[in-house]
Each structure stands twice: as C-alpha cells, then as structure tokens.
C-alpha cells in the first residue's frame, strides 16, 4: 500500500506500522489506541497533522469519522443542509493523504466489523466510516484534555472496507504532489 513519504518517515514499531504523532510511548512501545495530550495539544496550536506531525497549510483538514458521524454528515448532504459536528472530538485533524492512509491501515478505522481493543473495549465502529475535508477546525486545549470541533464540509468520501474505496484516492493524491514530496 503506498505510504505519505512524511508518515513513512515516522517512527515504526516492530511490525513496521508508522506510529502517529501522537501515540504515547509506554515503555519503549507505541500505545496506538491511546493519544498522547501534549503531543494532541502541539499539533492543534501549532496545526500539525496529528498522523505524520508536519505542518498542515491554510485550507482544509481532514480526519476518519465512524459510523454515526459519517451517517449524520450523509444524511445532512443528501438533504443539502450544512453539517457542523455540536458534540467536540478528542481526534485531531491531518492531511488529506494522511487520513485516507490512516483509513485503511488502521483496522478499526478501515473495516465494520473491527472492534476497539482498549478505549470503549469491544466498541464496533459499525456499518460504515468516512474521510471528511472540512474547512477548518477549532480546539480547546484544556488540563487533560484537546477537543476539537470541525467546520464546513468540504469532502465526503464514505467507505466500508477503507482500503478498497480509498486505495485509488490515495494514489492519487500522492501522484500529484510535487515530485520532491513523492519520496
């Protein structure tokens, strides 16, 4: 599967899976199911994209939503009303290439039937997940805590099985960058 070159440039763990900006270590292992505040904090004042940590520009952000987001913000579109999700999230936003890379390598994001191991144990992420672009985002960096809250939607890529519907958009995406950032 091709990899963004800046999430390629990550740290991996024994396996070779990158390890996102920000997963915590916990004994020299990466805790994926876990996020790492001060590391969720700087990415969100400094707009950093939470998967790979290099700077996102101006313009859209996006993330991987679950079942009832995608749905609501579906829904929400095919009635040709605005979508703006009330209920702030503790997952930050990244790069267009990053979040269809995270989409299909990280099974709970990328498959129904996966289930969460540690954070809401047992949790299935349900018939259907989406990358979403959005205009902007907003953050509150509070004592334990980031929560963001996303604005105007601006692409909405439902799936899923991640890694069939997304697989093409993600090539894509890579060929048309600069060939520098290709590398």
Sequence with gaps: MPKPPTVAD??????????PAITPFEDGQPQFARTD???????????LCSVCGTAMPAGPVWRVVGAGEAEAIGAARA???????????????????CMLYASMVCPYLGRPQARRRVL??????????????????????????????????????PHDDAATTHLAALETELASRPPKERS
């Excluded at 979508?83 to 936003?93: A, D, I, V």
């Excluded at 509070?142 to 809250?149: C, I, P």
């Design 120 to 157: 809401d144990r047992g949790t299935a992420r349900g018939a259907t997940g989406a990358v979403v672009g959005f205009a902007d985002y907003e953050y509150a960096v509070l004592e334990s805590q980031v929560l963001f809250r996303f604005v105007d939607v601006v692409e909405f890529l």
């Design 10 to 19: 990550r740290p991996q763990d024994g396996r070779g899976y990158p390890v």
């Design 79 to 97: 009635a040709g009303r605005p979508y703006r999700n009330l209920q702030p999230t503790w997952e930050g936003p990244g790069h267009r290439a």
């Design 37 to 47: 505040y001060a590391r969720s904090a700087d990415c969100a004042v400094r707009r």
